[in-house]
């Protein structure tokens, strides 16, 4: 099986946030809820870059590892998807994420977290593939339709890869051996616990 | 291991399961737009959207046990001109797939793309005609609203003569609809006619037609990838044509190549750049001239290239020699070391392409900035080969081809004019009389001179009558697709808004138009579909004609625009016959269309424009080549966007980028690269065109010892015409059915009157390139500055350079007064109380005036409020922290009144510049417009225009807007 | 620790090391400052944060390697603390009462009674001890429900229950911490400590020696507790709201060391509040009565509050009493 991942070369990233639209368009994502987003470090400076930064989808996912409600699971092609019935709202998981991926719905007073909602590698949720219940839970499931993430699909420089780790790392190296200069694959130490050796 | 709760937990009820009941079986169009209209309704305030992850079911998932279709269409937003593929069902638009077949955008979109389903969604749209009686929005049906505003135009004509109307189309309108928008004010009898590429490019297309015969990129996106250096100046890609920076981030990181930027601002382009040069707002040409001076000093240039193919470049040295490495840096404010670099890598390390946007554009000096870069580009041979050239990244997703289609108020259709020639050749295409449509104006002197430019309507409507030289002041003005803050002096724009006698706005959302100015009636919204809905051809930056095909039927009671001008006519027609006026519209103008369901169908259109449409060589894209481009996207080469070999479009271009020489019968394959002597004139071949005559002075304006591949002519020759071929002896290689179509136009023709497009035909079988062999001109004497001199802005921070670098003197063109220099005179008063340069731009997230994009919820998110780009410096003296509010002050707004928007504290902007973008309205001068909006089609997000600060200035060829330097003070709210 | 900062290095190497074989283009250009800037601060353990432009300003927080630091506490630290301490409690307290066995009124009941808690007072404590109860409860089930609880009723069930406890935990901490104002206010003036409590410690409350040692309204012991339950509920408190209303008051790395502050010492408190309650109910004759009817015997009383009987009777003494009224133990 695949061993999917997401990586964002921040040498082409140039923060036209075509990965967040795409990801709202394609699960219907309402407002307020930022599966993806872009961040741009140093902004207004040289050097200045720009990372699309979504769920990555961790080796070991701190998210699930401080689930009080153990509603995380991870696919065979090693997504980390989780079950909104069993989640129980309390931002563990956002404590634990490096990466801030996990979005509360806002509902009722004083902050009061919902089921939690987070990228889902365009991979749905625990309902049967592209069912319209998984749908209006989790959004859509391009992966059971043999499709990567819409997000990586419509990125306008190329800069965010999805795909099997092992293919997608390969692309960025040979990228980085043409151009002669890499940008540091983004958050993969952190979440897979390995870099990119070029 | 749990994977799916199919497998481990089936038999599970829960609460989505509970959803799925609700609308299973899928969604028809029916219950989609009812549900949409009622979402609409209910949500108009940020805070009301919804903020639970159960969605409603408008939207819709895709119903896998029922059928997909397929659709692709173009992205609406900008010009590069990027596929859309659409999965529909039931007639509505469920999902949107990467388009990879595409050359262009290959899967990609950006923000704006991305987010495009959204558009026939449709929350936010205008859903239906409306009408304001008393200060309140009246829902009123399609016919009620066209005939009475037929009935105020029909009144309006006889009391103040057709051109106290204006009619301002769009270039996001396709080709078929801007070029049918222009003819429709031909027959109203009006050259007040225009749309956005006035404050777009309009100096980009005549400083580069004057330079080298047609204002177009002259190379291609994809083309960019092959270029060893670029310089970026003047332009933000990265925001204003995300997509494009694909290419140019694949050449940057392929050919090793130096990304250098050129901009007050340090872009997000800027980022990604191998170098940046940060120069004062304003100084372009000294820059440009700065680079020569070191090019010209250390023997640069390309002698030859300038030898065979440039007229005029002494006259260039001269200017240039007065901007040593001292002077530029005391105007600009770049070092002489970088400056050097700069040009000596643009000079030597070749292919070099020069690409700029509306930072060199929008000035009061944008023609001759663009004229300079042209220079830069012709003294460094860098004009018509692979990898090199003016990459000029147009606007709109239709700019290029609205301007090419004549919606502009001096040329007909195809830049042929408005000379009696060219009315004659149009009368022609049109098969009506010159006569009948010389009498359609006041005269036909005034269907010779230039209409008022979309920057000045305002100015046309406040005027005293003496000043304006018309039959009368403006009375009427009907919008197409147009924002109303996208011209400069915003509160005069009200002003003149407010004193119309008829304002109606036709677009898919209400637009600025609709609120901007406080009026209690005669106001009307007309619904019009987007470019999704219709079909249609648009023509992209790089010139590709791409067909889209229609996604869904327009939404709500939207219309397309062929059928509102169609219906429109008609009633205009009932309106003449109710006043018994001789005028006829819709019977003359759509005579030689085929009229289907839902009005004149856009391949007839089309049709009848590759008739006529010889000079830009739009006359062989039929829609059938279009469209077998559409469906053998795949086949095309990624770089040089050729099609592959053994496939339907062997040897083509993509999307026949024009000129598309001849007939469609002929099967010219389209122009990749302007001007490329390096192939046949049949495979896309060319040379500067000869537009200009062929000597002055004595001298020869034609080519010398340079043309294009396979040519019969080695040397410069002019263009063809009868003449030229009986001079030739080719004359009798036209066939008889050719000369007999030049005999009934009079015995005489050229190239591009010819209808039978014989002469371009003999001309490309002996290698020639229909319209000539010339040099481009370093010199454009009909120019009101052959050579570009640097002329400070009117506004401008550096009184002390007034006096050797003033603007022009006061003129008169475009029917209006013009002042320059009366107005610079008073900046040394002016300038200390408002000591910040003000400089406008683009979001990535947003699209021109924004109406459209702010009303779409996926984008909106993205920028929730307007703000200004400061500089840390400047902010500190103010006291201003990030993400406060500040108030800004423009010098030519009212003294009580500021723009109040939040403070962006960046080093994106160097000290003492500020920087706002332009998507933002529906907030004046601190009042906020939200409930002058139909209840339910405001927009998400609204915010203070930067155009209520921006000032006087225009170009004096063009009437282009300043936009990109003038004067401010901010402080802290 | 050491060996992810070796490798961070390593990656820092790397990718300045493939730059002078490369270099043979015009246009090269360095690792971005940015990129260096950004593992530098990874280094260093801080957070990575830029610009964004949506309101959300803890989306600007691009990579927060804290997280790393509170999944261990959270699973490792907290579990073993929080565990030690409750099951180490009950352990002591199951050694105590074997060793020691119930302590009884010396001299058993004398069936007089006197009253130590108003009606007041005990139902201020019980709303606290109720609301205490289910906030332990539910807290203890988010850090070991899904050991001890999951398996045993089910995913679905345990959701319910868990989803139950945030709400109770939620909502019942308005009420706790209004009780834990009116004990402060009613009995701080009791628990002030003093020199008493020095000698009553020395003696072990009693159990050292067969002396009971003097003591007031409450001993050192109870006054103990009473702190406890003010000054480590105000901490809980104040931690809790910060969780409750998240990101309002702080941002990711206060939400984080909220919680740890909190879970710790709501932990140790769930221990102490063990021995209050066994020595409180089964752990001492006649103990529970001061917060069932408030009336507690009086030779309980004399045992282990001698001063505050003496202070009692004496006030009931010298108090004047109304003029129907007859002198209390007159019959």
């Known amino acids: 099986m695949a061993r999917m991942k997401f990586l964002l070369d921040a040498e082409r990233c140039i923060e036209c946030n075509a990965c967040v639209t795409a990801c709202k368009n394609e699960n219907e994502v309402p407002w307020g809820i930022n599966r993806r987003r872009v961040v741009t470090i140093n902004d207004g400076k040289p050097g200045e870059r720009s990372i699309s930064m979504a769920c990555m989808h961790c080796t070991d996912a701190p998210c699930a590892a401080v689930c009080p409600v153990s509603c995380f699971y991870t696919t065979a092609d090693a997504i980390v998807l989780h079950d909104k019935d069993l989640c129980i709202g309390c931002g563990y998981c956002f404590y634990a994420c490096p990466f801030g991926a996990p979005q509360y719905p806002r509902v009722g007073n004083f902050g009061s977290r919902g089921k939690m909602d987070k990228c889902t590698y365009c991979a749905g949720g625990p309902q049967a593939d592209n069912t319209e219940a998984e749908y209006i839970q989790y959004g859509a499931n391009r992966i059971a339709e043999g499709k990567l993430p819409l997000c990586a699909e419509m990125c306008s420089t190329k800069a965010l890869l999805a795909g099997d780790g092992e293919i997608i790392a390969q692309i960025y190296r040979e990228r980085v051996q043409k151009r002669g200069y890499g940008s540091g694959a983004w958050g993969w130490r952190t979440a897979y616990r390995e870099t990119v050796a070029i | 291991m749990l994977i799916k709760r199919s497998e481990a937990r089936a038999g599970k009820q829960r609460l989505a399961a509970a959803y799925a009941g609700l609308s299973a079986g899928g969604l028809d169009r029916r219950a989609f737009l009812k549900q949409a209209g009622l979402t609409g309704v209910g949500l108009s305030a940020l805070g009301a959207i919804p903020l639970t992850t159960v969605r409603p079911a408008a939207a819709g998932p895709t119903n896998f046990a029922q059928p997909i279709t397929r659709i692709k269409n173009i992205c609406t937003h900008c010009s590069v001109g990027c596929t859309v593929t659409a999965e529909v069902q039931n007639g509505v638009w469920v999902g949107q797939e990467p388009s990879w077949d595409s050359p262009i955008n290959r899967g990609t979109h950006c923000a704006k793309g991305a987010a495009i389903r959204e558009l026939v969604h449709g929350d936010r749209r205008l859903k239906y005609p409306m009408k304001k009686v008393n200060g309140q929005w009246q829902r009123i049906d399609w016919d009620t609203a066209l005939n009475e505003i037929a009935d105020k135009l029909m009144a309006i004509r ?64 994809n083309d960019i990838r092959t270029s060893k250096t670029m310089i970026i100046m003047g332009g933000n890609p990265a925001e204003a044509h995300p997509v494009s920076l694909q290419h140019l981030l694949s050449g940057k990181e392929m050919n090793r190549a130096n990304m250098i930027v050129i901009d007050p601002r340090f872009t997000r382009t800027a980022a990604h ?48 020699a007065k901007w040593n490495p001292q002077e530029v840096e005391r105007v600009t404010g770049v070092p002489e070391a970088q400056l050097r670099k700069v040009a000596e890598t643009f000079a030597k390390e070749k292919p070099a392409t020069l690409i700029w946007c509306m930072g060199a554009t929008q000035h009061s000096v944008g023609t001759a900035n663009v004229r300079a870069f042209c220079t830069l580009l012709l003294a460094t041979g860098n004009v ?66 230039p209409g008022i430019p979309s920057t000045r309507y305002f100015d ?180 040089t966007l050729r099609g592959k070999e053994g496939t339907p479009v062997a040897g083509e271009f993509y999307g026949l980028p024009w000129p598309c020489w001849g007939t469609p019968e002929m099967k010219h394959p389209g122009t990749h690269i302007l001007y490329n002597t390096n192939l046949h004139v049949k495979e896309g071949g060319g040379t500067f065109r000869a537009r200009f005559g062929v000597e002055r002075n004595g001298v020869s304006l034609l080519a010398e010892g340079s043309y294009s591949k396979g040519s019969e002519l080695t040397d410069g020759y002019p263009e ?40 371009i035909r003999v001309a490309m079988e002996h290698g020639c390139v229909p319209y000539g062999n010339a040099k481009a001109r370093a010199n454009a004497w009909n120019l009101p500055d052959p050579v570009p001199v640097h002329r400070e802005p009117i506004y401008t921070p550096r009184t002390d350079l007034i006096a050797q670098y003033p603007t022009l003197p006061d003129r008169r063109a475009f029917r209006l007064p013009h002042l320059g220099q009366s107005l610079q005179n008073r900046m040394p008063q002016v300038a200390p109380n408002f000591p910040i340069i003000l400089s406008s731009g683009r ?79 529906g907030w004046f001068m601190q009042e906020d417009q939200r409930s002058r909006y139909p209840q339910g089609s405001d927009p998400y997000v609204l915010g203070e225009s930067v155009n209520t600060v921006t000032t006087y200035g225009y170009d004096p060829v063009t009437f282009m807007q300043e936009t990109k330097v003038t004067l401010c003070q901010i402080r802290a709210a | 620790m050491k060996i992810r900062i070796l490798a961070l290095l390593a990656a820092l190497f790397i990718g300045a090391a493939g730059l002078p074989a490369l270099a043979q283009g015009t246009a090269q250009q360095a690792p971005s400052l940015a990129d260096e800037m950004a593992i530098q601060a990874l280094l260093r353990g801080e957070t990575v944060h830029g610009r964004i432009t949506i309101p959300d300003q803890r989306a600007a927080n691009l990579i927060q390697p804290q997280g790393r630091e509170w999944r261990e506490f959270h699973n490792v630290t907290l579990a073993w603390v929080g565990g030690i301490a409750v099951l180490g409690m009950l352990a002591i307290l199951v050694v105590f009462r074997l060793a020691k066995g119930r302590i009884p009124i010396e001299g058993g009941p004398s069936g007089r009674t006197i009253q130590r808690f108003n009606g007041f007072e005990r139902a201020n404590h019980w709303m606290v001890a109720s609301c205490f109860i289910i906030l332990a409860l539910s807290g203890l089930n988010l850090t070991f429900g899904r050991h001890v609880l999951l398996p045993v009723v089910g995913p679905e069930a345990f959701t319910a229950v868990s989803q139950w406890g945030k709400y109770a935990h939620n909502f019942l901490a308005f009420p706790f911490t209004l009780g834990l104002v009116l004990m402060l206010l009613v009995w701080i003036k009791d628990n002030i400590p003093n020199g008493t409590d020095i000698r009553w410690v020395k003696a072990g409350g009693g159990l050292i020696g067969n002396a009971h040692p003097d003591s007031g309204r409450f001993n050192a012991g109870q006054k103990g507790i009473f702190w406890i339950t003010v000054l480590g509920g105000a901490a809980v408190a104040v931690t809790g709201y910060m969780l409750v209303f998240p990101f309002f008051f702080t941002d990711i790395a206060g939400m984080q060391l909220s919680h740890m502050i909190h879970s710790i010492i709501a932990a140790l408190m769930i221990a102490v509040m063990l021995a209050h309650i066994y020595i409180g109910t089964v752990g001492m004759e006649g103990a529970i009565d001061a917060m069932s009817t408030g009336q507690v015997d009086l030779n309980w009383a004399k045992q282990h509050h001698n001063l505050w009987v003496e202070q009692e009777l004496a006030k009931g003494r010298t108090a004047t009493p109304p003029p129907a009224a007859r002198p209390a133990g007159a019959d």
């Open chain 2, 460 to 639: 046309a409507v406040l005027l005293p009558k003496d000043q304006v030289q018309q039959r009368d002041n403006l009375k009427g003005m009907v919008v197409f697709g147009h924002g109303g803050n996208t011209v400069t002096r915003m509160p005069e724009v009200a002003r003149g808004l407010e004193k119309l006698d008829l304002l109606v706005v036709a677009d898919p959302v209400p637009t600025t138009f609709a609120v901007l100015a406080n009026r209690q009636d005669n106001t009307y919204l007309l619904p019009i579909c987007t470019q999704l809905e219709c079909t249609g051809s648009r023509t992209a930056s790089n010139r590709s004609l791409q067909w889209g095909e229609q996604i869904v039927k327009p939404i709500f009671e939207s219309k397309n625009d062929y059928e509102a001008m169609y219906r429109f006519a008609g009633a205009l027609d009932r309106a003449a016959e109710r006043r018994n006026m001789a005028f006829r519209l819709q019977a003359e103008c759509f005579k030689t269309y085929e009229i289907g369901p839902e009005g004149p169908t856009s391949e007839s259109i089309l049709k009848e424009m590759n008739r006529g449409a010889l000079s830009t060589g739009y006359s062989g894209q039929s829609p059938e080549r279009l469209k077998l481009h559409m469906a053998n996207q795949e086949h095309f080469d990624l770089v």
């Open chain 2, 720 to 759: 063809f015409t009868t003449a030229v071929l009986q001079r030739l002896g080719w004359y009798d290689q036209l066939t008889e059915a050719e000369k007999a179509q030049i005999a009934r136009q009079g015995g005489t023709a050229s190239w591009a009157t010819d209808l039978s497009a014989g002469i």
């Open chain 2, 843 to 921: 979001l990535v997230e947003y699209e021109g005036g924004g109406e459209e994009t702010r009303s779409n919820k996926w984008l909106a998110e993205l920028q929730q409020d307007m703000f200004v780009e400061i500089n840390p410096r400047d902010a500190a003296a103010r006291n201003i922290r990030d993400g406060a509010w500040v108030l800004v002050q423009g010098p030519e707004m009212p003294r009580d009144k500021q723009v109040r928007v939040k403070a962006l504290v960046t080093e994106r902007v160097g000290p003492g510049v500020a920087w706002m973008p332009f998507h933002f309205a």
């Open chain 2, 273 to 320: 750049a191998t170098e940046y040069v940060r120069i004062r707002p304003g100084t372009d040409i000294p820059v440009i001239w700065g680079m020569l001076w070191h090019i010209f000093q250390n023997g640069w240039e390309d002698k030859d290239f300038i030898r065979q193919r440039v007229y005029g470049m002494d006259d260039v040295r001269t200017e240039v």
């Open chain 2, 158 to 221: 006889q009391a103040s003569g057709p051109d106290a109307v204006f009619w301002l189309g769009s270039a996001k309108q396709s080709n078929e609809g801007a070029y049918l928008m222009r003819k429709f004010a031909a027959f109203w009898g009006t050259n007040n006619v225009d749309h956005q590429a006035r404050i777009c490019h309009s100096t980009t297309v005549a400083g580069v037609a004057n330079t080298w015969g047609y204002g177009a990129m002259t190379n291609s996106y």
């Open chain 2, 384 to 449: 018509g080969g692979n990898g090199n050239g003016a990459n000029i990244f147009r606007g709109h997703c239709n700019v290029q081809g609205a301007t090419d289609v004549g919606l502009d108020v001096v040329t007909l259709p195809h830049y042929y004019g408005l000379d009696a020639n060219a009315w004659r050749h149009w009368s022609r295409v049109w098969e009506v009389s010159y006569e009948s449509m010389m009498a359609r104006f006041d005269s036909p002197q005034m269907a010779e001179t």
